[in-house]
């Protein structure tokens, strides 16, 4: 049996025990297209994910806040006056703010900014009530 080598290949030689092992570029462009599908649909799936948490977290900084304004009307009979400000509870992904705040009543809504401006979801209220609006049904749940 005689050893393949660069000098005993033959031009059009059938001998297929000499031809080199390996991939071809098709079968590597194909495996990349693969990965790289793989890669878009997992990167979108982390990136909800991520908006998802963002959501929630301002969700939470809405209650907490909510809480604070209840506990200063248990004790003062109204909600204006209340020390509670929402500076300390904004943070780059949403800025909460009073849209309403009265003596009976308040109203809290979060807006999205820096990246979460791409969320579908928008701009979520919460009032006395403990009422919650979002802006886009099927969000904010």
């Given at each position: 049996m005689m050893k393949c080598s660069p000098f005993n290949i033959q031009k059009n030689s059938h001998n297929t025990s000499c031809y080199k092992q390996g991939f071809t570029l098709i079968e590597l462009l194909i495996t990349i297209a693969i990965v790289a599908i793989l890669v878009q649909v997992a990167y979108s799936s982390y990136l909800n994910t991520i908006q998802q948490s963002y959501r929630y977290e301002a969700q939470q900084s809405m209650i907490e806040l909510s809480q604070q304004l209840e506990r200063y009307y248990s004790r003062n009979g109204v909600y204006s006056g209340s020390n509670a400000t929402v500076?300390?509870?904004?943070?780059?992904?949403?800025?909460?703010?009073?849209?309403?705040?009265?003596?009976?009543?308040?109203?809290?809504?979060?807006?999205?900014t820096g990246g979460q401006t791409n969320d579908d979801c928008g701009t979520l209220t919460l009032d006395y009530r403990g009422d919650t609006t979002p802006s886009t049904s099927g969000c904010w749940k």
């Open positions: 500076g300390i509870y904004s943070n780059t992904h949403y800025t909460l703010a009073f849209s309403t705040l009265q003596d009976d009543e308040f109203t809290i809504s979060a807006t999205p």
